[in-house]
């Protein structure tokens, strides 16, 4: 079970939004890089970065951020936020970017994740972003109705490596994940979930690490980490000591 610290970018800032909304903003930190580089003191194996204004915009706004990330630290990165199209995607491969997150585009551009799937590889993820088990998209903004769990074997289907799995309304909010819809889910999925939202305390890292062993990998942690609820480590000696025997 890996622990992906997040870093979401706003403006060349590092922040966290609630629930996705702009409106609710809390900066952390004027160096991203900074940040970065203190998450993987702290033991991280992957960092997760976000280009908030991307999400809104239709490409990458933080880029500058994202290479001085990548020049700060030696652990992989996965970039999500604006990636829609196959030059976009190139690009922030370039920076050396090690696994890039797409979201609106999966949805609503057909053809288009089974050709950078078979572009780039396994090194595709597709974030699935729900609220009430319907997909949102063009960062959270815009709610269809089309079933988290439906779109998930499509995009399996289609050869994404694996899924972001977040849960609009837990997170930001210290509220602890939706287990119910992540177990479901990992059931009816075949390719790895990491999870995401709302994950709050070392009871929640507890449970999410022993939900679905093998096929949920990971979880990604925001605000929890920020507000010193409990440490990067902590969360690591937790979640792996829940890790199926080799």
Same mark, same amino acid.
């Given at each position: 079970?890996?622990?992906? /610290?997040?870093? $979401?970018? +706003?403006?060349?800032? @590092?922040?966290?939004?609630?629930?996705?909304?702009?409106?609710?903003?809390?900066?952390?930190? $004027?160096?991203?890089?900074?940040?970065?580089?203190?998450?993987?003191?702290?033991?991280?194996?992957?960092? =997760?970065? &976000?280009?908030?204004?991307?999400? #809104?915009?239709?490409?990458?706004? !933080? *880029?500058?951020?994202?290479?001085?990330?990548? %020049?700060?630290?030696?652990?992989?990165?996965? #970039?999500?936020?604006? !990636?829609?199209?196959?030059?976009?995607?190139?690009? &922030?491969? $370039?920076?050396?970017?090690?696994?890039?997150?797409?979201?609106?585009?999966? *949805?609503?551009?057909?053809?288009?994740?089974? =050709?950078?799937?078979?572009? #780039?590889?396994?090194?595709?993820?597709?974030?699935?972003?729900?609220?009430?088990?319907?997909?949102?998209?063009?960062?959270?903004?815009?709610?269809?109705?089309?079933?988290?769990?439906?779109?998930?074997?499509?995009?399996?289907?289609?050869?994404?490596?694996?899924?972001?799995?977040?849960?609009?309304?837990?997170?930001?909010?210290? @509220?602890?994940?939706?287990?119910?819809?992540?177990?479901?889910?990992?059931? %009816? &999925?075949?390719? /790895?979930?990491?999870?995401?939202?709302?994950?709050?305390?070392?009871?929640?890292?507890? %449970?999410?690490?022993?939900?679905?062993?093998?096929?949920?990998?990971?979880?990604?942690?925001? +605000?929890?980490?920020?507000?010193?609820? #409990?440490?990067?480590?902590?969360?690591?000696?937790?979640?792996?000591? !829940?890790?199926?025997?080799?």
């Amino acid at each position: 079970m890996i622990i992906l /610290p997040a870093i $979401d970018l +706003k403006g060349g800032r @590092c922040v966290r939004l609630e629930q996705g909304k702009p409106d609710r903003e809390k900066a952390y930190s $004027d160096d991203p890089a900074s940040v970065a580089r203190s998450w993987e003191r702290q033991g991280a194996q992957w960092l =997760h970065v &976000v280009d908030l204004d991307g999400a #809104f915009a239709d490409e990458p706004q !933080n *880029l500058p951020s994202l290479k001085a990330i990548r %020049e700060a630290i030696s652990i992989p990165i996965q #970039f999500g936020g604006g !990636n829609r199209t196959v030059d976009i995607i190139a690009r &922030v491969f $370039d920076i050396g970017v090690n696994r890039v997150v797409v979201g609106t585009s999966a *949805l609503r551009s057909p053809g288009f994740l089974a =050709h950078i799937c078979q572009k #780039f590889g396994g090194n595709i993820a597709v974030g699935i972003d729900a609220r009430d088990g319907r997909v949102a998209v063009r960062g959270w903004t815009d709610v269809t109705d089309i079933g988290a769990i439906d779109f998930a074997k499509r995009i399996a289907g289609e050869g994404a490596g694996l899924i972001i799995y977040t849960d609009i309304s837990r997170d930001g909010m210290l @509220c602890g994940p939706n287990k119910d819809a992540l177990k479901k889910m990992a059931d %009816e &999925v075949s390719i /790895p979930i990491i999870a995401s939202g709302g994950i709050s305390s070392l009871a929640d890292v507890a %449970e999410i690490s022993k939900l679905a062993r093998g096929r949920i990998i990971g979880m990604i942690i925001g +605000k929890a980490l920020y507000e010193g609820t #409990f440490s990067l480590t902590q969360a690591i000696d937790i979640a792996t000591k !829940n890790d199926p025997p080799a």
